[in-house]
């Protein structure tokens, strides 16, 4: 059993380096122009925790690219989160970084490995009750979406590292088996 006393509540911006958007295309560069050859993720390739690509998947250039990974610097177990029309759908990211990066209606998120596991905070976001807050305190006429400063403000639980590298064992078993 956990102890509760050993468990920190602590703000999302707390246990995290930064939280970011990706870019709109905008002003600065083109979907699907001439020679894009690099994927551009949307909400849409956010599918059970994972990043997937497909052929609807728009493309941008390098150029492009470069001009997004210096707002976002995409990295290796950063969490990406919907926080634009489908609120909450989250993804791990575990693939290499160099030929695509994400939109502005996915937030970035940079766990500070010396507060919380990105594992952890994955599942943590993901959970029936996160995303029940955020949809509640979306805001928005036609396109709901949540304020960065909603999200960084978010109460995380933050038991010990050792803890929640126990819970992340037993919530990928049971992805396992429900897969």
């Known amino acids: ?26 002003k600065n560069f083109k ?8 994927f551009y993720v949307t909400v849409k390739e956010i599918t059970s ?8 998947t728009d493309k941008v250039t390098n150029d492009a690219l470069e001009i997004i990974n210096k707002r976002s610097n995409l990295e290796i177990n950063d969490i990406l989160f919907s926080g634009i029309g489908t609120i909450g759908k989250v993804a791990l990211v575990d693939i290499p970084t160099n030929n695509w990066n994400v939109s502005e209606s996915v937030y970035l998120i940079k766990p500070d490995t010396t507060f919380v596991t990105p594992k952890y905070l994955f599942y943590i976001l993901g959970s029936s009750n996160f995303t029940n807050q955020f949809t509640k305190e979306s805001v928005g006429s036609t396109l709901k979406g949540v304020r960065m400063r909603d999200l960084n403000d978010t109460i995380i639980p933050i038991p010990p590292l050792k803890v929640q590298n126990e819970i992340v064992e037993v919530l990928d078993k049971f992805t396992e088996l429900e897969a």
């Open 1 to 26: 059993m956990i102890n509760e006393k050993r468990i920190r509540k602590l703000k999302l911006s707390e246990v995290t380096k930064s939280v970011k958007t990706g870019l709109n295309p905008r």
């Open 31 to 38: 979907l699907n122009d001439n020679g894009s050859n690099n």
């Open 49 to 56: 925790g994972k990043i997937k690509f497909s052929n609807k």
